[in-house]
């Protein structure tokens, strides 16, 4: 079950919506909101309010005289109850 979220996001957008207690994840393309919101309160232990998802059009990418597309895959931004927070970096 936790196969479903691949990675965080971090880039500039992302880095920006942290404030306002907003956290982007890569999730698999096949995951519904439910899914993604159930997965996220069980293993950060958190008070989700709200998931919005959007896939990203496929880029194409070509290698020597092959031509082939990127994989697919879907972008979450979970927003958090005030007060709760997801630790995305280790302290150095």
Same mark, same amino acid.
């Given at each position: 079950?936790?196969?479903? +979220? =691949? *990675?965080?996001?971090? !880039?500039?957008?992302? !880095? #920006? %919506? %942290?404030?306002?207690?907003? *956290?982007?994840?890569? +999730?698999?393309?096949?995951?519904?909101?439910? !899914?993604?919101?159930? $997965?996220?309160?069980?293993?950060?232990?958190? =008070? +989700? %309010?709200?998931?919005?998802?959007h896939r990203p059009p496929r880029?194409?990418? /070509?290698? @020597? /005289?092959?031509? @082939? *597309? /990127?994989?697919? *895959?879907? #972008?979450?931004?979970? !927003? $958090?109850?005030? @007060?709760?927070?997801?630790? $995305?970096?280790?302290?150095?």
């Amino acid at each position: 079950m936790i196969d479903i +979220v =691949k *990675y965080p996001v971090l !880039t500039e957008k992302a !880095t #920006r %919506l %942290l404030e306002n207690n907003q *956290y982007t994840f890569d +999730v698999d393309p096949k995951a519904n909101k439910i !899914t993604i919101k159930a $997965l996220i309160e069980d293993f950060f232990n958190v =008070k +989700v %309010l709200s998931v919005n998802t959007h896939r990203p059009p496929r880029k194409k990418r /070509r290698i @020597g /005289r092959s031509e @082939g *597309y /990127r994989p697919n *895959y879907k #972008r979450v931004i979970v !927003t $958090l109850k005030t @007060g709760d927070s997801i630790k $995305l970096l280790p302290e150095t």
